[in-house]
């Protein structure tokens, strides 16, 4: 769920100092699928009412912008207004304070209290802003992850795989019949409960409460894969001796040449520095950085980072 609150708007209050906010920017350019525009403007802007008023100030900003470029803001108008009821209902999420805010209270279990209420809120929201809260668009953004994998030949049915952070089990409950193990761990109780029950009678899925401190309920070299989407981002947040244990146990569970994947790490919005920081962790922990950083999906921006153990 990655926060753009800090791009600051003035767009709805002075429409004379208009800029447009960096993200719309990258949707124009075509660096952005419509809902995640959409989700990423929500998230600017705070409320959808704030977002209505920006993106008719943005149309109405006279000749820079171009005919191509309002073609694209009336496409945003009309999803927003044709999504106007789910993504009221995701104002309460826009609006929560994150954890840090206030610093002192320990990381790991704020998160936990985060997504614990977040999923309580919304299920398909709670794991990926940009589905809208629209369970469909939720699923066509797993599907383009199990096309990645499936090209990448990381699943087969002998395959043991576990997802830190699984959420609500989407993946789970997709990569079940490809693989002979499917793993879920999660800080969050809620979440738990939500993929339980999504992933009821799939008899190899195992779903559970972690500490989200190390993968310790797994023995050594016990699995074929291990992978994040989009909960590296927490435990970056969460400090960085998290981000070198994981790194760690993620060896140490792996088989000789098992993969981990992470997708997306952090959300400073600097990918290089991500880089940098993932080929430091890789070299450390004994892993080669097969891929580095691409940007392979359509519906989401969701950064790869493919490393395989040594
Ligand atoms: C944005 S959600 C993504 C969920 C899931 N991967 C998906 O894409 O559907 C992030 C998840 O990471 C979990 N999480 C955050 N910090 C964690 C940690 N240290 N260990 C395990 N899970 C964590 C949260 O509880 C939440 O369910």
């Given at each position: 769920m990655p926060d753009s609150r800090s791009e600051a708007s003035s767009a709805a209050a002075r429409p004379d100092q208009f800029t447009l906010p960096d993200s719309l920017i990258a949707y124009l350019a075509g660096e952005r699928s419509p809902p995640l525009a959409l989700m990423q403007l929500l998230l600017h802007c705070g409320s959808v009412t704030a977002c209505e008023q920006l993106l008719e100030a943005a149309g109405a900003?006279?000749?820079?912008?171009q005919v191509v470029q309002r073609q694209g803001l009336e496409e945003l108008r009309h999803l927003l207004a044709s999504r106007r009821e789910q993504c009221l209902s995701l104002e309460p999420l826009l609006q929560a304070e994150l954890p840090g805010d206030d610093g002192g209270q320990d990381s790991v279990s704020a998160w936990a209290q985060f997504f614990d209420a977040a999923v309580a809120q919304a299920a398909p929201a709670s794991v990926a802003l940009y589905s809208l809260g629209d369970p469909e668009l939720l699923d066509a953004a797993t599907g383009e992850v199990l096309d990645y994998f499936t090209e990448q030949g990381?699943?087969?049915?002998?395959r043991r795989i576990l997802q830190i952070g699984?959420?609500?089990?989407r993946f789970e409950a997709v990569l079940a019949p490809l693989v002979a193990e499917a793993h879920g761990i999660d800080i969050s109780p809620g979440m738990i409960n939500a993929a339980r029950q999504r992933c009821a009678g799939l008899a190899n899925v195992h779903l559970a409460c972690c500490s989200g401190r190390d993968l310790a309920p797994f023995a050594d070299f016990s699995l074929d894969m291990v992978y994040a989407v989009d909960s590296f981002p927490y435990l970056h947040e969460s400090g960085g001796a998290l981000l070198e244990t994981h790194f760690a146990e993620s060896a140490r569970v792996l088989t000789r040449g098992g993969d981990l994947l992470i997708l997306n790490f952090s959300y400073r919005n600097d990918p290089e520095q991500d880089s940098r920081e993932i080929n430091r962790l890789a070299t450390r922990h004994g892993f080669k950085v097969?891929?580095?950083?691409?940007?392979?999906f359509r519906l989401w921006d969701g950064r790869v980072w493919h490393l395989r153990l040594a």
């Amino acid at each position: 769920m990655p926060d753009s609150r800090s791009e600051a708007s003035s767009a709805a209050a002075r429409p004379d100092q208009f800029t447009l906010p960096d993200s719309l920017i990258a949707y124009l350019a075509g660096e952005r699928s419509p809902p995640l525009a959409l989700m990423q403007l929500l998230l600017h802007c705070g409320s959808v009412t704030a977002c209505e008023q920006l993106l008719e100030a943005a149309g109405a900003h006279g000749s820079s912008v171009q005919v191509v470029q309002r073609q694209g803001l009336e496409e945003l108008r009309h999803l927003l207004a044709s999504r106007r009821e789910q993504c009221l209902s995701l104002e309460p999420l826009l609006q929560a304070e994150l954890p840090g805010d206030d610093g002192g209270q320990d990381s790991v279990s704020a998160w936990a209290q985060f997504f614990d209420a977040a999923v309580a809120q919304a299920a398909p929201a709670s794991v990926a802003l940009y589905s809208l809260g629209d369970p469909e668009l939720l699923d066509a953004a797993t599907g383009e992850v199990l096309d990645y994998f499936t090209e990448q030949g990381l699943l087969g049915p002998r395959r043991r795989i576990l997802q830190i952070g699984c959420g609500i089990g989407r993946f789970e409950a997709v990569l079940a019949p490809l693989v002979a193990e499917a793993h879920g761990i999660d800080i969050s109780p809620g979440m738990i409960n939500a993929a339980r029950q999504r992933c009821a009678g799939l008899a190899n899925v195992h779903l559970a409460c972690c500490s989200g401190r190390d993968l310790a309920p797994f023995a050594d070299f016990s699995l074929d894969m291990v992978y994040a989407v989009d909960s590296f981002p927490y435990l970056h947040e969460s400090g960085g001796a998290l981000l070198e244990t994981h790194f760690a146990e993620s060896a140490r569970v792996l088989t000789r040449g098992g993969d981990l994947l992470i997708l997306n790490f952090s959300y400073r919005n600097d990918p290089e520095q991500d880089s940098r920081e993932i080929n430091r962790l890789a070299t450390r922990h004994g892993f080669k950085v097969l891929v580095d950083g691409v940007q392979p999906f359509r519906l989401w921006d969701g950064r790869v980072w493919h490393l395989r153990l040594a």
